[in-house]
């Protein structure tokens, strides 16, 4: 089991930057398939980016590729996305999720385990 605790929400200006952390507890952290999801209010929650295990191979959804990073980092058991040129609705909450040894899917269901949340809101 791993717990997942996100940090580093927060408010910025339309076209500013921000970036957000997910800390995972355990020792198997490199064998999760890591994704970012964000909910904005009255919508469903939706898939933002995922780091494959193994692989590192990342995907993203349309709406925030050539903005947003994701990337990890195994020895320190921590997932991030990088958010650049941000948009007011990017504002949401932002999860990070973990599938491990999971294939790429952008299905929140295929992830076992969520972190807390993080709020993110960009002003216009």
């Known amino acids: 089991q791993v717990q997942l605790v996100e940090s580093g929400g927060g408010l910025v200006q339309a076209g500013g930057s921000l970036r957000v952390s997910c800390a995972a507890s355990?020792?198997?952290?490199?064998?999760?398939?890591m994704g970012w999801f964000r909910q904005a209010p009255g919508k469903e929650r939706e898939f933002v980016a995922a780091?494959?295990?193994?692989?590192?191979?990342?995907y993203y959804t349309d709406a925030v590729k050539g903005r947003f990073t994701i990337s990890r980092d195994n020895a320190k058991n921590t997932v991030y996305l990088q958010m650049n040129s941000l948009k007011p609705e990017d504002t949401a909450v932002y999860y990070c999720?973990?599938?491990?040894?999971?294939?790429?899917?952008?299905?929140?269901?295929?992830?076992?385990?969520w972190g807390q949340g993080t709020q993110v809101t960009v002003s216009s």
């Open positions: 355990g020792r198997t952290f490199r064998e999760y398939t």
């Open positions: 780091v494959i295990w193994m692989t590192d191979n990342t």
């Open positions: 999720a973990a599938n491990r040894f999971g294939p790429f899917t952008s299905k929140s269901t295929e992830y076992d385990y």
